[in-house]
């Protein structure tokens, strides 16, 4: 179980994304949304060095923490019990080890998540893993393949979590 203390003013997102061009995009895509941002590597959730980008967004602080693969994601959020110290955990869904849905579904079954925590956030417009996804309490969004439109979606899904996070804080997720 994690044993970090939450920070109320700091929101905390993991994102997950097998491919190197996505990661750069979603740091560009940080880089651009921040007012402030900086990069660095933590260890504090594996001992495989992870970037963790920082930043604030209206007067939000935010650490992002990025993943490599779905082994090393299903190892942080659920083998180490981390799933509760991050506010809202963005997946890719085709990664090496487990899926995102799988960890999604997983998350679920052992009651480590709230409704609208988990997004899938894949290039598969499958409509079946659609509703797999949404049967999991998860949300679903597709990788634009439009550069502009890449950034547009990651600022979305990083902007709109300060709201939700207050509410879900409360309890009125």
């Given at each position: ?70 082994r090393l994601?299903y190892d ?98």
């Amino acid at each position: 179980m994690d044993t970090t203390p939450r920070t109320s003013d700091l929101v905390n997102i993991f994102m997950a994304d097998d491919c190197p061009g996505n990661r750069t995009l979603i740091k560009c895509a940080l880089e651009d949304l921040f007012d402030e941002f900086t990069a660095s590597k933590t260890t504090l959730y594996s001992q495989k060095p992870l970037v963790n980008y920082q930043g604030t967004l209206e007067g939000h602080k935010y650490s992002v923490v990025v993943a490599e693969d779905g082994r090393l994601s299903y190892d942080i959020l659920i083998n180490q019990g981390h799933a509760s110290f991050f506010d809202l955990n963005i997946l890719d869904n085709d990664m090496p080890g487990y899926s995102g849905l799988e960890i999604i579904t997983t998350l679920k079954e052992r009651k480590l998540d709230f409704p609208g925590k988990n997004i899938l956030f894949t290039s598969n417009d499958c409509p079946l893993l659609k509703a797999k996804l949404l049967a999991s309490g998860g949300a679903y969004y597709t990788k634009p393949t439009d550069l502009a439109d890449f950034n547009d979606v990651v600022h979305f899904l990083v902007g709109i979590t300060p709201h939700y996070v207050a509410k879900s804080r409360e309890g009125n997720c």
